[in-house]
């Protein structure tokens, strides 16, 4: 683009009211040396016969197991369109355990396995429960508020898997170096926000302006045995 074109979309932009945007990148850093208390997985009760259980998965990526986005300090960010997702019941676990959707997103959750299994929540931010359905089957859900929605199976004890509802359309996954970005963010004030499954909630604040990039890091203390969860 040449440098006519350049001026001439940086005073459309002002003669509209919309400032020209920056660029945020992040940088998420899991720090070991910080030990944690471990948090216990919630366990319940089983509805029936007993079921072996499958091992645990051993993720070689720690980023795999964090959400991140991005929302103003003060008023709402600009909506970002529902997708449709699916978290699938395989191997008596849920594929992917982690998924970060915006709101008013629909989570699918077919049963591959050939048992029962139980989609439920208790979380806050949206507590349901699906029943209890065989293989082949499949149920659905709409995720109607913004938070950290945490599912089980009630067959299954060990199955687990999070649900991220953010009203940002800047949210991502870091990559397996930890990174994350985004573009032409609006100039103001913001709060990175991460989540871990097992560490919990960080935030870190940031400032955007009209234009330029700005860089954040953000750790996360977590001790090698929650790494294993």
Avoid at 144 to 152: A, D, H, M, N, P
Avoid at 183 to 203: E, L
């Amino acid at each position: 683009m040449g440098r006519v074109s350049i001026h001439a979309a940086v005073l459309f932009a002002l003669l509209s009211g919309i400032a020209p945007g920056g660029d945020v990148s992040g940088r998420i850093l899991i720090e070991r040396s910080v030990r944690k208390k471990t948090i216990a997985a919630v366990t319940y009760d089983l509805r029936g016969a007993n079921v072996k259980e499958a091992p645990p998965v051993q993720t070689g990526n720690e980023y795999d197991k964090i959400a991140v986005w991005l929302e103003p300090e003060k008023g709402s960010a600009p909506s970002a369109s529902p997708v449709h997702a699916t978290i699938q019941q395989l191997d008596r676990r849920f594929v992917p355990d982690l998924l970060i959707v915006p709101v008013g997103s629909t989570i699918d959750f077919p049963n591959a396995d050939p048992v029962f299994h139980n989609v439920f929540s208790l979380s806050r931010t949206q507590s349901f429960d699906l029943g209890y359905y065989p293989q082949g089957h499949s149920k659905s859900i709409k995720f109607l508020k913004s938070g950290v929605v945490q599912i089980y199976c009630h067959v299954h004890p060990k199955m687990y898997a999070a649900v991220v509802v953010t009203s940002s359309p800047w949210f991502a996954t870091p990559s397996a170096e930890g990174v994350v970005a985004w573009k032409d963010i609006p100039p103001g004030k913001y709060r990175m926000m991460a989540w871990h499954r097992v560490a919990g909630m960080f935030q870190k604040d940031v400032v955007v302006t009209e234009s330029g990039a700005v860089s954040v890091t953000l750790s996360i203390p977590l001790d090698e045995a929650e790494s294993q969860h």
